[in-house]
């Protein structure tokens, strides 16, 4: 059952990725976000409104970021890797980098997910403070040199 729903869950992340390769702004994403932005620019719940800055919604590196592959890792890979990690400098170093490089292309994907979501969903307060926190994540990790 678990396999069946990873499987369904890929799927749609799957089409939402090709369907905004084919449209270079991925503009019906972003419609359901535009109308709760625009239905609360003058309350205290979006914090991208205030002093003018730019919606995140409309961050295009989101996009990019998402689309780039992912590196994946089994629990044996990781258990491995610790354990030398643990007396050697070089591979703790590395996994740092590893980290840094491959987590703001997980939140990316993560961001796109709650983009996707329907418009009742997008009108909680506290999924917009999520994905808040998701940008905000994004942009830190994202900024830092390697």
């Known amino acids: 059952m678990l396999g069946s729903a990873m499987r369904s869950f890929g799927g749609r992340f799957g089409r939402a990725l090709s369907a905004c ?3 270079p702004t991925c503009d019906h994403r972003r419609t359901i976000w535009n109308e709760f932005n625009a239905s609360h620019a003058n309350g205290s719940n979006n ?3 205030a ?10 590196t989101v996009q990019e970021y998402a689309m780039k592959p992912i590196q994946v890792l089994t629990l044996r890979q990781m258990l491995e890797f610790g354990y030398k990690a643990q007396t050697d400098k070089a591979k703790q170093l590395k996994s740092a980098r590893y980290v840094q490089t491959e987590l703001p292309r997980r939140l990316a994907r993560r961001l796109m997910d709650l983009q996707l979501l329907p418009y009742i969903v997008v009108t909680n307060p506290h999924i917009r403070r999520v994905y808040d926190a998701y940008y905000h994540a994004f942009q830190t990790l994202r900024v830092q040199p390697p």
């Not at 002093?51 to 295009?60: L, N």
Request: net charge negative; hydrophobic share 5%.
């Open 21 to 23: 390769r084919s449209e």
């Open 47 to 49: 914090s991208n409104s």
């Open 51 to 60: 002093g003018g800055e730019h919606d995140s919604f409309y961050d295009s």
